[in-house]
């Protein structure tokens, strides 16, 4: 059972898998042409379910292409120091409503990049605790 979900600043709406459940996938267009240098960014929030404080949350990506995503915290909505390409962000204690916990996505490309790349999963993890 998931106690965190992950939104879209921007739009409130939940983000999904691309296989199912409500909301969307997290998506980006890269031109290979370009080596995009870690464009566009996207700003998403950690919420837990109403009722529960999740302790030691962290983000981690995880796929086959996993190490072309950065995450960032965010620092009054803009990104902050994004860790190294690859790897988890420790969101602290997220909560339900104003105790969500904002932070960044980006990814890069290189010229060997499959066409639509669908491998990638933002695997959130913590402690929950009732409140």
């Not at 980006?28 to 998403?44: A, K, M, Q, S, Y």
């Not at 190490?67 to 965010?74: G, I, K, S, V």
């Not at 962000?89 to 997220?94: A, F, P, R, Y």
């Not at 669908?118 to 009732?130: D, E, P, Q, R, Y």
Request: contains cysteine; negative net charge.
């Amino acid at each position: 059972m998931s106690y965190v979900k992950l939104f879209f600043a921007d739009l409130d709406g939940q983000v999904r898998a691309m296989g199912g459940y409500t909301g969307k996938p997290i998506s980006f267009i890269l031109r290979i042409d370009l080596v995009n240098p870690g464009t566009p960014e996207v700003r998403l929030y950690a919420m837990a379910d109403e009722g529960i404080e999740v302790h030691d949350c962290e983000v981690v990506p995880d796929g086959t292409t996993s190490d072309m995503w950065a995450l960032a915290p965010d620092e009054d909505g803009s990104p902050g120091a994004y860790v190294a390409y690859g790897d988890k962000i420790d969101l602290g204690t997220v909560g339900y409503g104003i105790d969500k916990v904002y932070f960044w996505a980006k990814v890069k490309t290189v010229d060997e990049e499959p066409i639509k790349d669908v491998t990638v999963t933002l695997n959130v993890s913590g402690i929950a605790v009732a409140i």
